[in-house]
Nanobody
Framework: QVQLVESGGGLVQAGGSLRLSCAARTLSSYSMAWFRQTPGKEREFVAAISLTGSKTYSTDSLKGRFTISRDNAKNTVYLQMNSLKPEDTAVYYC????????????????WGQGTQVTVSA
C-alpha cells in the first residue's frame, strides 16, 4: 500500500506559478503521475515520470508550462506549474503505479487525496 500526500495547492493570480509536491514513504519502485479534475468532468492526465526520472510525458497543451520531476532520495514528486491560467483551476491528484510509466488513469493503483489549485483572472 502506498499512501500519497499532495501539498502546494492554493490560490494564485493568472500568470503566476505554483509547485505541487507529492510525498510518500517510498516511491522508488513506482512510476508517478499527476492528473487533474474539475466538477462534472473526467479526471485528465497532466504528466507522468518514470521510476528514475529518465522519461517524462505530458499533455501536449501543457508542455512548456508544466514540468514533472522527482527526487527519489526524498520520496517526492513535483509538478512545477508556470504561467498559470484560469482554466488550470482544478483539483490536482498525484498517482502511483508499479514499475512502467503510463498515461491513463486506469493504469494507476494509488491516489492521493488531491490538492485544490485556483487561478484567478
Amino acid at each position: 500500500q502506498v499512501q500519497l500526500v499532495e501539498s502546494g495547492g492554493g490560490l494564485v493570480q493568472a500568470g503566476g506559478s505554483l509547485r505541487l509536491s507529492c510525498a510518500a514513504r517510498t516511491l522508488s519502485s513506482y512510476s508517478m503521475a499527476w492528473f487533474r479534475q474539475t466538477p462534472g468532468k473526467e479526471r485528465e492526465f497532466v504528466a507522468a515520470i518514470s521510476l528514475t526520472g529518465s522519461k517524462t510525458y505530458s499533455t501536449d497543451s501543457l508542455k512548456g508550462r508544466f514540468t514533472i520531476s522527482r527526487d527519489n532520495a526524498k520520496n517526492t514528486v513535483y509538478l512545477q506549474m508556470n504561467s498559470l491560467k484560469p482554466e488550470d483551476t482544478a483539483v490536482y491528484y498525484c498517482a502511483a503505479k508499479f514499475a512502467i510509466i503510463g498515461t491513463h488513469k486506469y493504469e494507476y493503483d494509488y491516489w492521493g487525496q488531491g490538492t485544490q489549485v485556483t487561478v484567478s483572472a
